[in-house]
């Protein structure tokens, strides 16, 4: 008896709410134009803080979006949860599914690092300016990481397999990898993804502790990731979902399949551990090639991590050619979160709708701010490239040590 054919997973969906576009399109059209939006931090109370740079979402109204009961339910990284998984949804032409006939058919899996912040000072603030009676009910799951996913899935009533990725910046992709394994082992639909939101006081004091954080006060310098200026990363805001569903079931209903799923593997070389994070990523990106059935030569472009630190450059770029080989210094590689800033979890889902998008047009985008390359890459800066990938890298690594490689494959491959 033959084995029955595996299920593979698609992406038939995305939404973005990010820095340079609320929706998916006007992401795109800056992503490829080499736009930066990065500038000087304008959220109230962060005034005196030495972070001067990020990338700010400011042209997302969340009272638009959500409705008010989940509104004041929520932080604004669930806001823009919600809002680009209704995106997302509705790109795969799934508004609303029928969760009635078969409500444990659709699912949600996110990640994120920041949680949420600004709810969480809010109440903290009324905990100790007028007493522990001013404090809302929703403090105790709107400040918490898993949240998102919470509140996607009670909003749509999804009451598949739901779940939180805790990788630190790596689970963007570890919660799309999720999605797909669950995708084929039965499940119908994810959607998977992450929306960060770090910018309030709070959660930037937080974040001041990283000695990769950039100080530095011109948003065209702020960060430069693989050159001699590379001071540091920038935060962002925002970020983006994904649907993941069965390629044939996709195809069935009539679905734009716009990516598959092809590959992951994820590995961990401890915390700030730069120069260790090269053997991580090779293993990781290794085994994502394994797991997609694809040779180093196949890749097309890859979407990097791109810290912005210098010894963390140089061991992503040195990794990339000891995985690839000598394939590693022709493929083109690109990291257009310069333009945006580095969303945490965020912000390799956001590559990987970037890399899909990619893949779809048949450009490549630059690398903002980015000119003087001192590694032995050949990154795309100033412009798109064009070209016709039909296969994505997306790297990420994060600052307490995770690393994960993700391979997506375009989506009329057969």
């Not at 005034?47 to 740079?53: D, G, M, T």
């Not at 809002?83 to 409500?103: M, S």
């Not at 590379?230 to 734009?256: H, I, K, N, Q, Y």
């Not at 551990?273 to 090639?289: H, P």
Request: proline share 6%.
């Amino acid at each position: 008896m033959s084995e029955p054919h595996p299920r593979r997973a698609a992406v038939t969906g995305i939404g973005v709410v990010a820095p340079n576009g609320a929706v998916t399109e006007t992401f795109w059209k800056s992503t490829r134009e080499g736009i930066s939006v990065l500038d000087r931090v304008t959220r109230e109370g962060c005034e005196h803080l030495p972070l001067r740079v990020a990338g700010e979402v400011r042209d997302f109204d969340p009272a638009s979006a959500v409705e008010e009961r989940y509104l004041v339910q929520t932080d604004r990284f669930t806001h823009f949860a919600m809002a680009a998984a209704d995106l997302a949804l509705d790109d795969a032409r799934l508004g609303r599914p029928d969760t009635d006939e078969a409500p444990f058919s659709v699912g949600v899996v996110t990640a994120a690092g920041s949680g949420g912040g600004e709810f969480g000072q809010r109440e903290l603030q009324q905990l100790w300016g007028k007493g522990s009676r001013f404090v809302g009910p929703y403090q105790s799951i709107a400040w918490f990481y898993a949240a998102s996913t919470g509140q996607i899935s009670i909003r749509r009533g999804f009451k598949g397999p739901c779940s939180v990725v805790a990788a630190d910046e790596a689970g963007g992709l570890d919660a799309l990898a999720h999605a797909a394994r669950a995708v084929r082992r039965g499940t119908d639909v994810i959607v998977a993804g992450s929306t960060e939101a770090p910018l309030a006081p709070y959660s930037v004091v937080c974040q001041l502790g990283y000695d990769e954080l950039s100080t530095v006060e011109d948003p065209t310098r702020a960060y430069r990731p693989f050159t001699t200026a590379a001071c540091g990363f920038v935060p962002a805001e925002g970020g983006a979902m994904l649907v993941v569903e069965a390629e044939e079931s996709a195809r069935e209903r009539g679905a734009r399949v716009r990516a598959l799923v092809a590959g992951h593997a994820a590995t961990f070389t401890g915390a700030s551990q730069w120069e260790k994070s090269r053997e991580g990523l090779v293993e990781a990106i290794r085994a994502a090639l394994d797991e997609a059935d694809c040779a180093p030569e196949e890749i097309d472009v890859v979407f990097a991590d791109a810290l912005g630190v210098p010894a963390a450059d140089r061991a992503e770029a040195l990794a990339i050619v000891d995985a690839l080989g000598a394939h590693g210094r022709r493929v083109p590689v690109t990291a257009p979160k310069t333009g945006i800033g580095r969303g945490y979890c965020a912000a390799p889902v956001l590559d990987a709708a970037a890399a899909v998008l990619s893949m779809e047009h048949g450009l490549i985008p630059p690398t903002p701010n980015v000119f003087d390359v001192c590694h032995d890459l050949d990154l795309v800066t100033v412009r798109a490239r064009a070209a016709e990938p039909r296969t994505a890298l997306v790297l990420s690594r994060g600052l307490m040590g995770s690393n994960s490689a993700l391979v997506l494959r375009h989506g009329d491959r057969v």
